[in-house]
């Protein structure tokens, strides 16, 4: 990968993992439909401005459906579907579904792309999936599931399709300006959840207000700015499982902001999850070599 899309994922993955502290902070305070709201509502304004300063383009009329149908998947089924589930399943529970991102996105992007995966694509995923399942015991005090992990289960499957299909138009449109479109769509659809938003917006405290501002900018703005960036440079198979890091990130982010140290097994989890992303992203090159060293 160059040097910019390293730095593009590194910055993403980042936010995504301070994201669950966000969250962690803001949900007690706020419905699931009002805190999603909420936070891409700070998003939208977010991109609005940098659409003012940088003077995007307006999407072309015929892509308007498309356009309203991925910020719908990829911004209100995610995002709701997501918080409504946290709100029963455990975070080790949680955190393994989610997971299942890279897979499903692999799978769509060979069905729909047409897009190759070689086996060690296939062996870094399941290293990287023994790793998460680890984390989830590790972490979450062993595997329970409910109606939640259902809705979780739909938000990564309505996710993965949001990053497949969004790959044709990064060709059309630059990813900032898509990532504005689509998260302009998705913020649209929340609304259903405006009833009630302000009186509960006057209720909290400035903190949960603060975390939720937080997480629209740069874990929701910025975040899947440089996200769609990355993805309009290489295929989805490679840079999709670069989301198998989340977990390890979120864990030293924990440690160093928050003092938790990860229990042992959560940890281990943590570096072979680490380790199935390297299978799949490095360069294949450096495999050539080591083969001939052994």
Not at 72 to 89: I, K, P, Q, R, S
Request: proline share 5%; charged share 10%.
């Amino acid at each position: 990968m160059k040097l910019k899309v390293v730095l593009a994922l590194c910055a993403t993955l980042t936010f995504w993992a301070s994201a669950f502290v966000g969250i962690r902070a803001a949900l007690p305070v706020f419905e699931p439909g009002h805190l999603a709201l909420l936070r891409f509502l700070f998003a939208s304004a977010a991109m609005l401005v940098y659409a003012w300063r940088a003077k995007i383009r307006l999407p072309k009329l015929k892509d308007l459906p498309v356009i309203m149908l991925h910020g719908f998947l990829g911004y209100t089924v995610y995002h709701v579907a997501l918080n409504y589930g946290e709100t029963t399943v455990s975070a080790g529970s949680a955190s393994f579904i989610i997971s299942s991102i890279p897979v499903f996105s692999t799978l769509l992007a060979v069905i729909l792309l047409g897009e190759r995966i070689v086996l060690r694509t296939v062996v870094g995923i399941c290293v990287s999936m023994i790793g998460i399942a680890l984390i989830a015991f590790g972490e979450g005090g062993g595997m329970s599931f409910d109606t939640g992990a259902l809705l979780i289960l739909l938000a990564a499957f309505s996710e993965s399709l949001y990053i497949v299909l969004q790959k044709p138009y990064l060709k059309r449109y630059t990813p900032f300006e898509y990532v504005t479109y689509t998260i302009l769509a998705g913020t649209f659809f929340m609304c259903w959840y405006m009833p009630g938003l302000p009186q509960a917006v006057a209720a909290a405290p400035l903190d949960a207000i603060l975390a939720v501002a937080y997480l629209g900018v740069f874990p929701g703005a910025v975040a899947y700015a440089f996200w769609s960036y990355a993805l309009s440079k290489g295929d989805v198979s490679k840079i999709v499982v670069t989301q198998y890091s989340l977990p390890m990130i979120t864990l030293v982010i924990g440690l160093v902001w928050l003092g938790e140290f990860p229990a042992p097994l959560a940890l281990s989890g943590g570096l072979v999850a680490l380790v199935g992303v390297v299978t799949i992203t490095a360069p294949a090159s450096l495999f050539r070599r080591l083969q001939k060293q052994q």
